[in-house]
């Protein structure tokens, strides 16, 4: 089964790797990333790594739409040549939204962790103790970073 999954997963990849997205410009969507452009260079069943600014972000895929046009600059459309450039954080460090919350806490589910793992896995990536998870006050960054532990565990199961 791993074989075939990895099969399927790198002609995906291999289908829509180079493809100009955009980020929608609403919630649950970090300020930092709505509106803006960037390229596909991986995409799961439930997430999509992208290329903004010479960044990768680990990403849900519904937050994605495919860009209109060329928008993006010529550098963007060659990423091999572009230097990863400082994060644009704007943002990053806001609290997240209820509805990202439960979305995080759904991706969770859909691993068939238990709540208490669920809250673990999300501790851990975001770097804090579990006992001091508290979502009025995890940030977008940290969301992110649960995010791409969550599709660490996807791709090893």
């Known amino acids: 089964m791993g074989s075939t999954t990895s099969s399927n997963l790198q002609k995906r990849n291999a289908s829509v790797a180079g493809q100009q997205v955009r980020f929608l410009d609403r919630d649950p969507v970090p300020p930092s990333l709505r509106g803006r452009e960037g390229w596909l260079e991986q995409e799961s069943h439930r997430m999509a790594v992208v290329r903004v600014e010479g960044s990768r ?34 943002g990053d460090d806001d609290p997240i939204t209820q509805q990202a919350w439960y979305g995080l806490l759904e991706a969770c589910l859909e691993l068939n962790l238990s709540p208490e793992e669920a809250q673990e ?8 103790p579990p006992d001091e998870l508290d979502p009025s006050r995890l940030t977008w960054r940290q969301y992110l970073q649960a995010i791409e532990r969550l599709e660490r565990l996807e791709s090893t199961s």
């Open 57 to 90: 972000r680990h990403v849900p895929k519904d937050w994605l739409v495919p860009a209109q046009g060329s928008a993006a600059s010529a550098a963007a459309a060659s990423p091999a040549l572009v230097q990863p450039s400082v994060v644009d954080a704007e």
């Open 121 to 128: 896995v999300i501790a851990e990536a975001a770097g804090i």
